[in-house]
């Protein structure tokens, strides 16, 4: 409002009445950004000792031989029984006939060894340091 505009309301107040203007202040806040400080990351490489123990399978072969003598009347392959290879050897014989024999057989099977080993041995790992580093304190103006 002008202060002609003004002056024209206060003349249209009646004369029991007063008029005061309020005032009112305003605040505006607003952020700015510094670098207080920094982070510095190092990474570095050591090596610590590592020991553990483990189980070394080793397998060993058990040859059973057995001796048969019995006469067939066709060769058989090769079987298994149980975790058994049995292998069949047969040879010919002079009688008044020929007669195939089955002479002996050959067992084979599997006898696991377990053996425990400790092993002690080092392993490299990375590592990360970090450090804070304050910035300098502005310098003040006096």
């Known amino acids: 409002m002008t202060r002609d505009e003004h002056e024209r309301d206060d003349a249209a107040v009646a004369d029991d009445e007063m008029r005061i203007p309020l ?36 397998d060993n072969v058990v040859v059973e031989r057995r001796e048969m003598d019995e006469v067939v009347d066709a060769p058989r392959d090769p ?5 058994t290879l049995v292998i069949p050897l047969y040879e010919e014989r002079y009688v008044t006939e020929k007669r195939l024999v089955l002479r002996e057989e050959v ?32 310098a003040s103006t006096s």
């Open 23 to 58: 005032a009112e202040e305003t605040v505006e806040a607003h952020v700015t950004e510094r670098q207080k400080g920094k982070v510095v990351f190092t990474k570095r490489v050591e090596t610590v000792p590592v020991e553990a123990t483990i189980d070394l399978r080793q």
């Open 79 to 83: 079987w298994y029984e149980d975790e």
């Open 107 to 138: 067992r084979v099977r599997n006898a696991p060894k377990i053996e425990h080993v400790t092993l002690k041995e080092t392993a490299r790992r990375e590592v990360i340091d970090i450090d804070e580093v304050p910035e300098d304190p502005p």
